[in-house]
């Protein structure tokens, strides 16, 4: 199959077919939007999960190791600032950072001015593994996007973002 070639059918018309023929009348155009994403979705995170395999972490951890990474020297954070960067609450981050400071790749450490305050810091050994996965990472998704063109990976950009503002406006109403 050629770079612009996409299958006439896949899994997502398998099951709109057969709820229009169970149910007809059911409106389930979401489905084709939403059930190719999270089928996309579930695709990507093994192909992401392999990668985070090879150097013994998970997507949890490299999140935040990223974050610290991406926040500049001295790539240290509070817990609150790594859960709004992530979206997990702030137990879960500081589980996550439990775990990464057994393993040596972050340490802890009081603010000098407001004792209160804890940062979690990258060490040198956690610097490492971050700049190493980050490189594997993002050659794997180059790879995974292969088959879009600029102008393909462009338009999706912008219909993921306008996605995501409207499942952040409807959350559950």
Do not use: C
Request: net charge negative; no cysteine; glycine share 6%.
């Amino acid at each position: 199959m050629g770079r612009d070639r996409v299958p006439d059918r896949d899994a997502v018309d398998d099951i709109v077919d057969q709820w229009t023929r169970e149910w007809p009348g059911l409106d389930v155009t979401p489905l084709e939007v939403l059930g190719r994403l999270h089928r996309t979705y579930l695709r990507y995170q093994s192909a992401v999960g392999r990668v985070f395999d090879e150097y013994g972490i998970n997507m949890a951890s490299f999140d935040v190791l990223a974050a610290l990474r991406r926040s500049g020297e001295p790539y240290r954070m509070t817990s609150g600032q790594l859960a709004e960067s992530s979206l997990v609450t702030t137990g879960g981050i500081t589980l996550r950072i439990d775990r990464l400071e057994k393993a040596g790749l972050v340490r802890r450490e009081r603010d000098a001015e407001d004792r209160r305050i804890v940062h979690a810091e990258l060490t040198d050994a956690g610097k490492k593994l971050i700049d190493d996965v980050t490189l594997a990472h993002f050659e794997n998704e180059t790879r995974m996007l292969a088959e879009l063109s600029p102008d393909d990976q462009s338009d999706l950009v912008h219909l993921l973002r306008k996605l995501e503002h409207s499942l952040t406006r409807h959350r559950g109403e």
